[in-house]
DNA sequence: ATGAAAGCGCTAACAC
DNA sequence: GTGTTAGCGCTTTCAT
C-alpha cells in the first residue's frame, strides 16, 4: 500500500469517495475491504486501484460504531518501581503490542491509580472503548479478575488465577518454581551443595512458589536446607541485610535468589565484603533483568518466554473476542536458564 | 462516580436511556455531559441522577465519529534493546501515560517495524484513530517529524529537531550538554582532575552534544582533554573496550559516561582489573538507569526530568488540540545529578 | 432552558 | 454480484 496518496486534504476520503471513483456503490466498497470474495475480480480490481489512488482507510470511529468492537486492546500500566531490578512489565508490554499488531489489534495504554487496582477499567469499559483487557498483576490477588468477571468484561491475564482456582478466563504464565529448580540444579552442578535461598515473605505466593522449587532441588539431590533460606521484602537494602546474615551464619558458596532485585542487593553485600563475584560466591537470579545483563561478570538469572507469552495471549484473546462462550485451560510456560558470569 | 452501576446486561446504556429515565430529550442530556451551564439546576440534578443510576458512560465510537476527535493519542513503541541499560524510554512513556489521563487522553501503543521509521503512522492517520503523536526518537533523522508535517498531521517530539532547525512543532528536550557538564563538574569539585570521557561516534548527534559539556566544564577549570576522550559504540563490550585503552593510555582518576551502558562496560573492565568502583576511580553515567540504581556502590548518573518532560509534552499537546495552528517555542529541560557511591 | 431534525462513516440485512 | 435502506450513539444546528 503506497504512503503517498497524492491526497493532502485535511478531510480523509470515505467509502463514497472510492465508491464514486470505482463507479460502484458504497456498499461494494465495504465489500472489497471486507468480503473481498464476494466481489467480480474486475469489480474488486477496480474498487481497490479507487482505494490506493486515494489512499483510503476505513475510518475507525465508524466503524466501531458499526460493528462495536474497537481492536483496542485495555493494558493498564503497571506501577513504575525505582530502585529496583524489575523491569519484566516493561519487557512484556513491548513484545505484547508487537503480538497484538499482527493480529490488528492495538493496545489502549491506561493508568490508575496504583492505591485501586480497579481504577481506569470501569470507564473503559462502560465507553465501550475495548474490546477486552490484558490483566497482569495477579499475584496482588483476583480483585481485578473477580470485578471483570462480575461486569462480564473480557479479558485474558497473565498470571494464573492465584485465589480463584474456578476461574474461567483465559491465562498465561510461567512455571517459576521449575524456574528455581533449574537454577538450583545448575549450581549443583557446578559443584556447589550449600546452597541458600533469598526470597520474599511468607504471605507472597510468587515467593513461596518460587522457594519451593529451590526446597524441591535440594532435597531431591540430598542437600540440607537449614539455615539456607531467609525470608524478606524485595528490595536491595533487604536484600542486602540478608545476604549479610546469611553468609555471617552458614557461610554458602552459592545463593539464589526470588529477584533480580535481591540479587543485586547480595552484590551489595559482597562488594562490602571485597568478595568476587563468580570466584567466592555464585549468585544466581530471577527475571534476566537489564541489571543482570550488564552487570559485571554478569549474572545468571531464569528468563520468563515473555515473547512466547505474549503470543498466546493475543491468541486467546482472538479466540474469546471470536467466541463469546470461549473457555481455554490456563497455559503453563517454562522459563530458561540465562547463564553469566555469576555462576 | 459509583462503581457498580447495578446494571449488568451486555448493552450499556445510551443517551436514549439516560433521557427517558430522566424524562428529558437526548440533546438535554448531551448537554448535562457536554455543557452543564446550559441547564436549570434542577434539570441537571435529575439527569445526574439517572446518568448515576445507569452508569451512563458516553460511547467512544459514537463520540469519536461526531466530534472527530477519538482523544487518542499515538505512540510507537521504541524498539527494545536487551543487554543495555537503556529503558529511558520507559520511564518516558510511564510518566506520559500518567500525565495524558489527566487531561482526559488515553495512549494507543502501536508497533512499528524498526527497520522503518515511518512504519505505523500513515495507517492510524488516515483511518483517524489518534488525534495527535508523540514522536521520541528525533535524534535518528527527521524523518518521522519531516513526513507527519508533509501529512499535515498533528504531534509534538520528545526530541528537538535536530536536522530541522526550522521545525514548526512544539518539543521538549533535555539538556544533556548541561549534564555532562555537571557531572564533570561534580568530579573536579570532589579532587579530580584527569577526567576522560567515554562517548560515542562523531556522526551522533546526541554524542556531540554530551561529549561538549565534558569538554567545556575541563576546560573552563583550566584542565586539559587531551588523550582523554574516546568515541565508541553504545554497547557494554565497546564500553569496555574503551575503558581499557584509556586506563592503560592515561590513567584518568574518574570517567564520564555517555550512557549507563558505556558506564556499566567500564565496569566490565574494572572488574577485570580488581579495581574498586568509587575507591580506585570514579565513574558516572547517563540516564539514571536502574542499573545506575542499583547496582553496587551506586553508579551516579545524570538523571533527564522524564516527569517534567511528560507534563510539558501533554501541555503542548492541548494546545496544538484546541488551536490548529498553535506553534510554540521548544522547551529545554535540565538534567540533574543523582550521585552515588561511584564518586 | 429544552426539544426536533439531521448526519458523522460505516456495515448488516435484504432486495434485485 | 451489486445496490438500497436503515441505523449504530452521539453532537450540532436550529426552533421553540
Request: aromatic letters at 6%.
Amino acid at each position: 500500500m503506497p504512503r503517498s496518496g497524492g491526497h493532502i486534504s485535511a478531510a480523509p476520503p470515505t467509502l463514497a469517495d472510492v465508491a464514486e471513483l470505482a463507479g460502484v456503490s458504497r456498499q461494494t466498497v465495504s465489500n472489497a475491504v471486507n468480503n473481498p470474495d464476494l466481489l467480480r475480480a474486475d469489480t474488486l480490481a477496480r474498487v481497490q486501484d479507487a482505494i490506493d489512488k486515494l489512499g483510503y482507510q476505513p475510518n475507525r470511529a465508524a466503524r466501531s460504531l458499526r460493528t462495536r468492537a474497537s481492536h483496542l486492546i485495555g493494558l493498564r500500566m503497571p506501577a513504575l518501581q525505582e530502585g529496583t531490578a524489575n523491569a519484566m512489565m516493561d519487557r512484556f508490554v513491548h513484545t505484547f503490542v508487537e503480538a497484538a499488531a499482527e493480529t490488528g489489534y492495538h493496545v489502549l495504554l491506561f493508568y490508575g491509580d496504583p492505591a485501586d487496582p480497579l481504577d481506569g477499567y470501569d470507564e473503559l469499559l462502560r465507553s465501550t472503548a475495548v474490546d477486552a483487557f490484558v490483566v497482569t498483576d495477579t499475584h496482588l490477588g483476583g480483585q481485578q479478575t473477580t470485578w471483570l468477571q462480575s461486569r462480564r468484561a473480557r479479558f485474558v491475564s497473565f498470571g494464573r488465577p492465584w485465589t480463584q482456582p474456578d476461574a474461567k478466563h483465559p491465562w498465561v504464565d510461567v512455571d517459576l518454581a521449575y524456574g528455581a529448580e533449574i537454577a538450583t540444579e545448575h549450581l549443583i552442578e557446578r559443584g556447589h551443595s550449600k546452597i541458600a535461598w533469598i526470597g520474599w515473605h511468607k504471605d507472597s505466593l510468587l515467593g513461596e512458589e518460587r522457594r519451593s522449587g529451590w526446597t524441591h532441588a535440594m532435597h531431591t539431590h540430598g542437600l540440607s536446607t537449614t539455615g539456607l533460606a531467609s525470608r524478606t521484602e524485595d528490595s536491595i537494602s533487604s536484600g542486602k541485610a540478608a545476604a549479610d546474615a546469611i553468609l555471617d551464619e552458614t557461610e554458602p558458596t552459592a545463593l539464589v535468589c526470588a529477584s533480580d532485585t535481591l540479587a543485586m542487593g547480595v552484590l551489595h553485600s559482597l562488594f562490602e565484603r571485597r568478595l568476587r563475584l563468580g570466584e567466592d560466591i555464585a549468585v544466581v537470579g530471577f527475571d534476566d533483568s537489564q541489571v543482570a545483563q550488564t552487570v559485571p561478570p554478569g549474572i545468571t538469572s531464569v528468563r520468563p518466554p515473555l515473547e512466547e507469552a505474549a503470543r498466546e495471549l493475543v491468541k486467546a484473546l482472538e479466540e474469546l473476542l471470536a467466541t463469546p462462550s470461549y473457555a481455554a485451560p490456563g497455559v503453563m510456560l517454562k522459563p530458561v536458564l540465562t547463564v553469566r558470569g555469576s555462576s
